[in-house]
């Protein structure tokens, strides 16, 4: 499982993003701040993208690509927005959700609403799915002088057994200054067709709290490094 801040993707992109997810062996890839218009799904020869922007600007919007290797394992998606997207596999013995993010904004109105539609999309995910939680987020220092971009792939803790490697990809080149982030993890998949239960709530509503968490001690910390 990868993430990707791509910085906008044209046809000519597309296709070198392809190429390195087949070069680094990346099943399933989010990508950020695609810049395109619209929203749907369609296939690209062994990669079949989701994807959703925003009605007629490009900025912002975000995918999830898949490889051929995992297309038929997929049961459906959830494009919610020009900043989430959720898709769904059918798992051995559990369902996986992998949750595509483009967090990135100054504003805290607009941040406060990215929350509470994360926390809306969290709601709609199965309770015993395995759910990943990837993309890019943004810190900004309490004095407003500081901003960085960060990329994560979030998981459970009852998964942590389950990842055997995490780190970024140097040598990926799509004309981006973000690096490619991958993880891998040990998932068993299947091929799809067998009908899901219904949607209900859960432990969601834990997670988005410790999300929230995670995310204030987190500028905390950021904060004391910058203070040094």
Not at 106 to 123: C, I, P, R, T
Not at 164 to 184: F, N, P, V, Y
Not at 194 to 205: E, N
Not at 206 to 214: C, G, N, Q, Y
């Amino acid at each position: 499982i990868g993430t990707w801040n791509v910085r906008s993707m044209n046809q000519g992109k597309l296709e070198a993003v392809k190429q390195e997810m087949a070069r680094v062996n990346v099943d399933i890839l989010g990508i950020s701040e695609l810049k395109w218009t619209g929203m749907g799904e369609f296939n690209s020869d062994d990669h079949y993208i989701y994807y959703c922007g925003q009605e007629s600007l490009r900025r912002n919007g975000i995918a999830i690509t898949v490889n051929k290797k995992v297309r038929n394992a997929v049961l459906g998606c959830n494009l919610k927005n020009d900043r989430m997207i959720s898709v769904q596999f059918q798992g051995k013995p559990f369902n996986i959700t992998v949750i595509q993010v483009y967090a990135t904004t100054s504003n805290a109105g607009e941040a406060e609403q990215f929350y509470e539609d994360l926390q809306d999309l969290l709601e709609l995910i199965p309770q015993k799915d395995v759910l990943f939680i990837i993309g890019l987020y943004t810190w900004t220092s309490q004095d407003g002088q500081h901003r960085n971009q960060i990329d994560y792939i979030l998981c459970s803790q009852s998964q942590r057994g389950s990842i055997q490697s995490a780190k970024t990809r140097l040598g990926a080149d799509c004309g981006s200054d973000h690096e490619l982030l991958i993880a891998k993890f040990r998932l068993k998949l299947k091929k799809g067709g067998k009908t899901t239960r219904p949607f209900r709530m859960g432990k969601t509503r834990h997670l988005f709290k410790k999300i929230r968490d995670t995310k204030g001690t987190f500028h905390a910390k950021m904060g004391s490094i910058k203070d040094r």
